[in-house]
């Protein structure tokens, strides 16, 4: 089970960390992603994290430079910090599993998400 927190409000140029947290399965077994769908828009990919045997990181184009993926193994949770936030990071923000080690192909299991606001 995957289970989003953290969304909210935040001004344009702020900061916000999202967590996911996991259950029945170790947040380091598989990779992982985060995801976002703006109003209108299709779901993307932001970042993704390999698994703890490669520990690889993909960062999409747009947010490059100021979000951060992490993991804490004792909270078994992977987070997103944004910093620096856009207009254009408004959305649902969702984290997935991939059934591999790897970020490649379509993600197994999603969360329910949380939703960010960005206000100047």
């Known amino acids: 089970q995957l289970v989003e927190s953290g969304g909210g409000l935040v001004e344009s140029g702020g900061s916000l960390r999202l967590s996911c947290t996991v259950s029945?399965?170790?947040?380091?077994?598989?990779?992982m992603g985060w995801f976002r769908q703006a109003p209108g828009k299709e779901r993307e990919r932001v970042s993704c994290i390999s698994s703890s045997g490669d520990g690889k990181v993909y960062y999409e184009d747009s947010v490059r430079g100021r979000f951060t993926v992490s993991r804490d193994k004792a909270e078994n949770t992977m987070y997103l910090m944004m910093n620096s936030v856009k207009a254009g990071d408004q959305g649902d923000y969702f984290c997935?599993?991939?059934?591999?080690?790897?970020?490649?192909?379509?993600?197994?299991?999603w969360g329910r998400g949380t939703q960010v606001t960005v206000y100047s």
């Open positions: 029945g399965v170790t947040v380091d077994r598989y990779a």
């Open positions: 997935a599993t991939y059934p591999s080690d790897y970020c490649e192909g379509k993600p197994g299991y």
